[in-house]
C-alpha cells in the first residue's frame, strides 16, 4: 500500500491540456507589483493567457536627491510632480518549450500578451519648512509639489501618501508584455515560477511625470517575477 501511495505521489500526469493559475509579485526598475495570471489549453504546447497586473510607472530620467541643508530630511525625486500606477488587464498566448516531467525537472514557457492600460495619475506632495513669524521659527506643511515654487533648500521630502489621493485622474492606453518562465515543483499540480521579461505602456496623453521636461508617451522596463500556482 505505501509503495502504491509513493507512486501516485511521484507521478506526473499534468499535461499540455491542463489549466492553471498563478499569483505573484514582480520586480522592475520601478518598484513593485502584483499580478494574477490563469491560463487554458489552446492546443497541444499552447495555452491561452489572462493576466491582471498592478504596479508603478517610473521614468528612467529620474534622480533621487536629498537636502543636506535642513535636518531630519528624506530623499525624493527632484522635479517628480506626479505618480503614475497601472492596472493592466492582459490576454495572450503561451507556448511550453519544455515540460515539467518529474520533481527533478525545470519547465520551460514563452509568452506574449497585451490588453488595455487602465493608469492612474496622481500629485506628488512634499513637506516644506516655511517661516512662522508670529513664534519666530520654521514650521512644516505638506503642498502639492512645484519645482518652481518650491525650492530645492526648503523641500524636507515626500508628505504622506494619502495626500493628493482625491485629485487622482484616470488614463487610458495600451500594454504590452513578454517574458520567459521558469517553473518546478515537487508535485505536478503545485509549482512555483521565475520569470524574466519586459513591459511596455503606451498613454496617449503624455502624462507629466517630471516638470520641465519633455513628458513620454511609451515607458519600458525589464523585469523579473516570483509565481506560485497550481494546475487542474
Excluded at 515540460?99 to 519547465?107: L, P, Q, R
Aim: proline share 6%; hydrophobic share 35%; charged share 20%.
Amino acid at each position: 500500500m505505501v509503495n502504491i501511495n509513493l507512486r501516485a505521489q511521484e507521478a506526473y500526469d499534468i499535461t499540455f491540456e491542463d489549466a492553471s493559475n498563478q499569483f505573484g509579485g514582480l520586480m522592475n526598475p520601478s518598484g513593485l507589483g502584483l499580478f494574477y495570471r490563469h491560463l487554458s489549453p489552446a492546443k497541444k504546447q499552447k495555452s491561452q493567457l489572462w493576466e491582471l497586473a498592478y504596479s508603478g510607472i517610473h521614468d528612467f530620467r529620474e534622480k533621487k536627491i536629498m537636502n543636506q541643508k535642513l535636518y531630519g530630511t528624506t530623499p525624493y525625486v527632484y522635479g517628480k510632480v506626479n505618480r503614475l500606477y497601472a492596472l493592466r488587464p492582459l490576454y495572450g498566448i503561451n507556448q511550453t518549450l519544455s515540460e515539467k516531467t518529474n520533481k527533478n525537472s525545470v519547465g520551460i514557457n514563452v509568452f506574449a500578451a497585451m490588453g488595455p492600460c487602465l493608469g492612474f495619475l496622481k500629485p506628488n506632495y512634499v513637506v516644506i519648512e516655511v517661516p512662522d513669524p508670529i513664534n519666530m521659527r520654521y514650521v512644516s506643511e505638506s503642498v502639492k509639489y512645484n519645482p518652481e515654487v518650491h525650492k530645492y533648500e526648503d523641500v524636507v521630502g515626500y508628505a504622506p501618501f494619502r495626500y493628493g489621493l482625491n485629485e487622482t485622474k484616470p488614463l487610458i492606453g495600451l500594454s504590452f508584455k513578454a517574458g520567459v518562465n521558469f517553473n518546478w515543483g515537487y508535485y505536478s499540480q503545485e509549482f512555483k515560477s521565475i520569470e524574466l521579461g519586459c513591459m511596455i505602456d503606451y498613454f496617449p496623453s503624455q502624462p507629466e511625470i517630471l516638470h520641465g521636461v519633455a513628458n513620454k508617451s511609451v515607458f519600458s522596463a525589464f523585469y523579473v517575477s516570483f509565481a506560485f500556482g497550481n494546475s487542474y
